[in-house]
Each structure stands twice: as C-alpha cells, then as structure tokens.
C-alpha cells in the first residue's frame, strides 16, 4: 500500500466515523418537552416518597397507640429504659468516634 492509497483509507475511515457519531443537537422545542417530561418524573418521584413517608409514619403512629392503650406498663417501662440508656449510649459512642478519630490522624 502505497502513501496515497492509505491516504484516501483514512480519509474514507474518518468519514465512516463521523456518519457513525453524527447526532444533532436538539432544537429548543426538543429541550422544552425533555425539561416538562423530566419535572413531571420528578414530582411523580416526589409524590411516591411523600405517600411512603406518610405511610410509614401512619404505621409508626399505630403501632404507638396501640402500645400506649394495650399495654401502658411496657410503653412506660420502654421510655425509663429509653431515658437512661440514651445518655449512655450517646457517650459511649462519642467514645468511639473520639478514638477512631486519634487513630486515624
């Protein structure tokens, strides 16, 4: 193969090239429904994780009430439990994040 001949292959290989990756960019119309559709997706997604979240806390409300009104000495051990191992358990993992912290420096 001679110099013009892998000339005119290159050449040729280029064109193919960009015939291949040859994508136009979209009008401002095009950008203007991908922007609407996207929103919409958006607050479709938003409106999913709200109605979750208010599930979820719905469900977390029952099973409060029900504690509370079927078994009010459990709840009221669970809270005296809660109150004095809260603190502790703050401290002890302080403790930890202080070490991890010191060893890492």
Known sequence: ????????????????????????????????????????EQRRAFRKELSLFILTALFILSIFTVAVLKAPVIFILTQIVALIGAPILFFFLKKVLRKEEFYHE
């Open 1 to 40: 193969m001679n110099e013009k001949e892998l000339f005119t292959q290159l050449k040729e290989d280029w064109e193919q090239l960009d015939k291949l990756s040859n994508h136009s960019t979209p009008s401002t119309h095009e950008l203007k429904e991908q922007l609407i559709i996207a929103k919409m």
